[in-house]
């Protein structure tokens, strides 16, 4: 359902802490959000993770253990096949190279005609046993979407770790040595940017210009495009603003911002999230939350209680006060800014 477009409102659920998304909606003429057919599946393959990211909503890192087991990823293979409609099999982690069914996901993923996104953090390219990775993303063309905060080394290092900026040059770079990123080249490399504290991502299309200047210039990076995220309030990020006295004030700036017209292309709206378990989610960030679906089987959905991903269509979509941050300003999905 596609909502008029109007000014940011000043809404009286800011002055709560825990504001009501689902209020909201009814305030804008919608009352609650329901999905289509399944496009994209995203799939969390686990939280182990070489980084340990600031603002990372999924809370990964070296020591987490969560990871998917050859058992439901076999499951995960057995659901595509049967959903035509899904056409993009979305790969995220923790960093998703390290889960060892991945590249066995890619390949059957691709023998069933599916577009594959990797959610690449760069560095992954130089870890041990990861030499041939690359070129494996190259043979199979696999879509990269590699996070990159900021043009400048110490940006990126104060929210990602020391070195992990010269490491991520270097892997742009030989990617592009691949034929990654280069103009009208089929290997898409899209580069994600997310603010560096609690403001919202700046206009997407200027800043996009912004960096293929200066990575061009300084290092000869070539990427297709860049995309804009609102960091989430919520796990390590939530954490971080609550600590530093700022979690109320950043859920006012998500309110005050919340933009109608960007409702209609939530993501959520034609994207199911699989948990490294099986478990089924609206989103990715539902997922971390442990935020079950309002499906038809209501609580508990896994990837056993459906025979396809095309029974969940017309179902009701979870929502919560975090919801606010897909919907602020140009609105922020995993595919960037929605304007």
Request: some cysteine; hydrophobic content about 35%; charged content about 20%.
């Amino acid at each position: 359902m596609a909502l008029p477009k109007t000014a940011f409102p000043i809404l009286h659920s800011a002055q709560r802490f825990t504001p009501d998304f689902d209020q909201v909606l009814r305030e804008n003429g919608c009352t609650f959000l329901t999905r289509g057919e399944t496009k994209t599946l995203q799939i969390n393959v686990g939280k182990f993770c070489n980084q340990a990211c600031h603002h990372c909503h999924v809370e990964a890192g070296p020591k987490r253990t969560e990871i998917m087991s050859p058992e439901v990823a076999l499951r995960v293979v057995e659901m595509l096949a049967k959903s035509p409609s899904v056409s993009a099999i979305d790969i995220t982690g923790g960093a998703p190279e390290l889960n060892p069914n991945f590249e066995w996901m890619v390949r059957e993923s691709r023998s069933l005609g599916k577009h594959v996104i990797d959610r690449c953090n760069l560095t992954v390219l130089f870890e041990p046993g990861k030499e041939h990775l690359a070129e494996f993303l190259r043979e199979n063309q696999v879509e990269i979407i590699a996070s990159l905060p900021c043009y400048t080394e110490s940006n990126v290092d104060q929210q990602r770790g020391r070195g992990v900026f010269e490491k991520s040059i270097r892997a742009l770079q030989l990617l592009n040595r691949l034929g990654y990123g280069i103009p009208d080249s089929p290997l898409t490399l899209n580069l994600v940017y997310n603010p560096l504290g609690a403001s919202l991502p700046p206009p997407q299309e200027k800043l996009e210009a912004d960096y293929k200047q200066q990575l061009l210039e300084h290092f000869g990076i070539h990427f297709h495009h860049l995309f804009t995220l609102t960091n989430m309030p919520i796990k390590r990020f939530a954490t971080y603003l609550a600590q530093n006295r700022m979690l109320k004030s950043y859920m006012s700036l998500l309110v005050n911002h919340f933009n109608p017209s960007t409702v209609s292309q939530l993501m959520c709206r034609s994207l199911v999230s699989v948990g490294w378990d099986g478990q089924l989610y609206d989103c990715d960030f539902n997922q971390m939350l442990g935020i079950e679906m309002d499906g038809k089987n209501a609580e508990s959905l896994t990837l056993w209680d459906l025979e396809s991903f095309s029974g969940l269509a017309g179902s009701r979509i979870a929502t919560r006060s975090h919801c606010f941050g897909c919907t602020a300003g140009a609105g922020s999905s995993c595919g960037g800014s929605l304007e």
